[in-house]
């Protein structure tokens, strides 16, 4: 509709750019202020995506902040905190209404995340990999009879998880090697998969298996294996540098049968399901990294207005003041890329690249503000008393997971050199 209003517009302003009719003119003026408004700036929300972006802020700062510490020591979420974000809706935020999610878009996922990742990147990549990933592929690729059995789970009480990677198989992921027998209306799952984000949370698991692997890529297939089944089993846990509290697991499958009606998407068509589900992913992960530097870069700006050398505040040094201006242009131009990414795939154009270039960017960003903000605390940025040695902890793995850096890289070249 905003589309054909602005092509409406711009038509007619081309008959009355040339005039000289006073009238006329001033028509145009009117028309090109209207077109201002139909294009708003990347980072205006609208209503319902600024009304989220507070309540999440509002949630984290409340509920969050005050378990941050304590999650990252004993590196386990807090089980009220997970119940709260069910609670909050933050859990299905685009699953439609009619699967009892909130019927949101992926925008308001993102600046969700982003909000919450501010606070706490473990508690923003819990949120993250429900939203962008596991019930994107249910909304996207599930057939009815999954959709209404497992959404309202997952926007009112359950938790995803999504397992691709495996020991041998990171970066080349379709190298995978769990299998998948069929046996009647079943087929049997056997390998194990490891790094899997929210596992000992979680009771609904995405889990890609081959059925050929004769046939490459070609044999990969999603299925939706609950926790409960006979044969699966989270095994051990991650002990991490950053985003601790989130769990990362392995995750064990002998002999799992997991019945037919369970294949999410075509059988042999799970590598596509993978690869759009992390394309989205990905402007996730610049969402949470924009967070982690946003959250770094205003407990650097609280503590440079406090802290005084020399009799003043350090804020006060041109030099200070500099650092500070390029950390808060480097975080917007992050943020740009981010949005933009998130805008364009809501569009239904194409965005894998801008997707990629969103969180290479962004995780870069994220990780030099950390980094930038312990050097404005001095020593206090090295210890675990204050804040910002946590951001940089965190931030190291927005280079790692859903594609390295490198990957991104080799996805952008790619694009750039067709
Ligand atoms: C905390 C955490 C959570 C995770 N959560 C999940 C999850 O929920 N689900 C899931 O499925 N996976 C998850 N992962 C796995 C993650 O996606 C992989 O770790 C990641 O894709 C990298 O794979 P790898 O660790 O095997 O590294 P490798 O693929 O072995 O890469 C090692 C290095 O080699 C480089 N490299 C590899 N191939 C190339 C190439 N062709 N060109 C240039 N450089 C290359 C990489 O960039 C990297 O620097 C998680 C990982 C971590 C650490």
Redesign the pocket.
């Known amino acids: 509709m905003i589309k054909n209003t602005v092509l409406i517009s711009k038509k007619a302003l081309s008959i009355c750019i040339f005039s000289t009719d006073f009238k006329l003119n001033k028509f145009t003026y009117s028309l090109m202020e209207q077109l201002e408004q139909l294009i708003p700036p990347l980072t205006q929300l609208t209503e319902d995506e600024q009304m989220l972006k507070e309540a999440a802020a509002d949630f984290a700062e409340a509920s969050i902040k005050p378990l941050v510490e304590e999650m990252d020591e004993k590196a386990k979420l807090d089980p009220d905190l997970v119940k709260q974000f069910f609670e909050m809706g933050l859990m299905g935020i685009d699953i439609p209404e009619k699967y009892a999610g909130g019927g949101g878009t992926f925008m308001m996922s993102i600046v969700a995340i982003e909000q919450i990742s501010r606070v706490d990147a473990s508690a923003g990549v819990f949120m993250d990999?429900q939203n962008t990933?596991v019930n994107n592929a249910f909304v996207n690729f599930a057939s009815d009879h999954l959709k209404e059995k497992y959404l309202p789970q997952l926007a009112t009480e359950k938790v995803g998880?999504?397992?691709?990677?495996e020991a041998g198989?990171?970066?080349?992921?379709f190298a995978l090697k769990t299998t998948a027998k069929e046996d009647g209306d079943h087929f049997v799952l056997n390998g194990s998969?490891?790094?899997?984000?929210?596992a000992n949370e979680a009771d609904i698991f995405l889990v890609f298996a081959n059925i050929n692997p004769e046939e490459g890529y070609r044999g990969i297939t999603a299925f939706v294996v609950e926790r409960d089944m006979k044969g699966f089993s989270v095994s051990k846990k991650?002990n991490?540098l950053g985003?601790r509290a989130?769990s990362?697991c392995e995750i064990l499958l002998e002999d799992v049968r997991v019945p037919k009606e369970n294949v999410l998407g075509e059988v042999g068509k799970g590598y596509k399901v993978a690869i759009e589900t992390l394309n989205e992913g990905r402007i996730g992960i610049g969402a949470q990294m924009i967070g982690i530097a946003q959250g770094a870069f205003d407990a650097a700006l609280a503590y440079i207005q406090e802290r005084k050398q020399f009799g003043k505040a350090i804020s006060e040094f041109q030099g200070v003041q500099f650092q500070l201006a390029r950390m808060a242009t480097d975080i917007e131009t992050a943020r740009l890329l981010v949005y933009n990414a998130a805008r364009i795939k809501m569009s239904g154009q194409k965005f894998l690249k801008e997707a990629a270039m969103a969180k290479f960017y962004a995780s870069e960003v994220a990780e030099k503000i950390a980094s930038q903000a312990i050097d404005l605390y001095g020593g206090y940025g090295y210890v675990k008393e204050y804040p910002v040695e946590k951001y940089y902890r965190d931030s190291k793995?927005g280079k790692?997971?859903?594609?390295?850096?490198?990957?991104q890289l080799?996805t952008i070249a790619k694009l750039l050199l067709r």
């Not at 198989?169 to 992921?173: F, I």
């Not at 998969?193 to 929210?198: A, C, Q, R, S, V």
């Not at 790692?400 to 990957?407: F, R």
């Open positions: 990999v990933l998880a999504y397992c691709l990677s198989s990171g970066s080349d992921a998969k490891l790094w899997i984000t929210n991650e991490k985003i989130s990362t793995i790692i997971y859903e594609g390295t850096t490198n990957m080799s």
